[in-house]
């Protein structure tokens, strides 16, 4: 298909037999880069990759649809096997993780190696200034959106949203010409801090310069994992306080551990103005020897199992390297090691005194940490088995 000067794939077109013959003699020596493109029902993405592929002068570009069902690998061989293209733009449907599909595309899966002749390069995600922050602030799931893979997928909007934000390279703030210049500033502060290692454009109908999405070179899988803010919060990345346009952040850590009952009962009402992201490691008196995992987005709220703490380790599983080990001990703190709360939080006008204050509530009591871990057992625990899937009905409704 001609658009203007430029030949664009379209996949699952029938091409020309001679085409193909050319394209298998040297499919095999490209490295295509393949610019992944994310983002929620509404964002702007199809306008955007259109936007591409009419303005990629010179660039022959591929266009895959993946919405999760269809065999991409197949997709993504039939673009090279035609050596049609020089680049690659895979266009993710709206329930799509970009973690999952940029790893699959690099590692493979268990039955499938990896394509050959490409590289995951770039991993864009689409936000609409003027939706996505109500988004998070609602309670919705894919399955009342009608976007769920089946009846077993309960993941929230408001989880998915923020997947999408802090696990890519470029983040496009779409549909700026519907909100005010202060909420586009005021929301692309929020963005850095939610990813500060991606850069963030502003646009009217996907309108970015092209050369900042195709072959840039911005994907490294480890450092694109590793780029969400709140890692960078907790590693002391970020300067403590706000950010610039009502956008703060900051990391509540103690040394004392939650109670079980008091903790379940933030859970089921911890609805705080302006908090838009909080995630860290938690320590559960009624689970003393585990890590629990605290991710909230917006009012959704998971507790997930992360292991063993190190104290409750033997010395000899420790790693091996003796840096990291040294790493390990700049947190120990006798009598229990390296146990502790230690939770990000970012978001929008917060209030930092009133959330340290009612977590603070819900830790043991100087008196109860007398009982010591022995004591600790004993405690009624209602808290959901983190080491299982557990009800998104749970806490009020947010996925828990």
Known sequence: MRIGGLFVLEIGVDWHAELLSYGAMAGSRRNVPVTIVSGFKGAGKSTLVEHVVKSARGQRVAVIHDDGEKDLFAEIDNALSVQACDVIVVEC??????????????????????????????????????????????SADLLERELAFDEEDDRMVSELLLEQIEFSDVIVLNKTDKVSTEDSDAQEALLVRLNPRARVFRCERGRVPVADLLDTGAFDILETDDGAGWLAELSGEF????????VSSFTFVEHRPFHPIRFNELLNEFDVHGLIRAKGSVWVASRHHEIGIWSLAGRASLLTYGGAWFAATPAREWPADERERAEIMKGWVP?????????????????????????RESLLTPDEMKDGPEGWFSIPDPLPDWHTDTDPESYGGTWS
Request: charged content about 30%; hydrophobic content about 35%; proline content about 6%.
């Open 93 to 138: 449907a709206a329930n799509l993780e970009p973690y999952f599909v940029a790893e699959h595309l690099v590692y493979g899966d268990d039955e499938t190696p990896p394509p050959t002749g490409i590289r995951v390069d770039t991993l864009v995600t689409v936000v609409d200034s003027s939706s996505w922050l109500d988004e998070i602030q609602l």
């Open 239 to 246: 300067r403590s306080g706000m950010g610039g346009f009502d």
């Open 335 to 359: 009598p229990f090691g390296d146990r502790r709360q230690e939770i990000a939080f970012i978001g929008l006008k917060l209030n930092e005194n009133e959330i340290r204050e009612r977590l």
